[in-house]
Nanobody, 123 residues
Framework: QVQLVESGGGLVQAGGSLRLSCTAS????????LGWFRQAPGKEREFVAG????????SYLDSVKGRFTISRDFAKNTVSLQMNSLKPEDTAVHYC????????????????WGQGTQVTVSS
């Protein structure tokens, strides 16, 4: 089992930055690929970024490439999402998720989910 807890959401003006963090439980953290998803009101859950179990491979939603960076810290069992140059369109509840090896952009392929953290970007 893996338990995930997100933190770091908040309110920021357009052009600002936030750093989301997700802490995972479990001794086999290094065996899981991790992802960040977001869901805005009235919209489907959307893949934002993912990182492989080794940390060597990352994947991003096209609209966040160059602005967001996903990383993981094996010693602390955490995955982070650094979000720069935020836009109002980034406003959503953000979730971290984990799956057994291999980055995927499909929420259906992730086995564990955090509770979500709200990111609000004002214009």
């Amino acid at each position: 089992q893996v338990q995930l807890v997100e933190s770091g959401g908040g309110l920021v003006q357009a052009g600002g930055s936030l750093r989301l963090s997700c802490t995972a439980s479990g001794r086999t953290f290094s065996s899981y690929a991790l992802g960040w998803f977001r869901q805005a009101p009235g919209k489907e859950r959307e893949f934002v970024a993912g990182i492989s179990e080794t940390g060597r491979t990352t994947s991003y939603l096209d609209s966040v490439k160059g602005r967001f960076t996903i990383s993981r810290d094996f010693a602390k069992n955490t995955v982070s999402l650094q979000m720069n140059s935020l836009k109002p369109e980034d406003t959503a509840v953000h979730y971290c998720a984990a799956r057994w090896r291999g980055v995927s952009s499909s929420p259906n392929e992730y086995d564990y989910w955090g509770q979500g953290t709200q990111v609000t970007v004002s214009s």
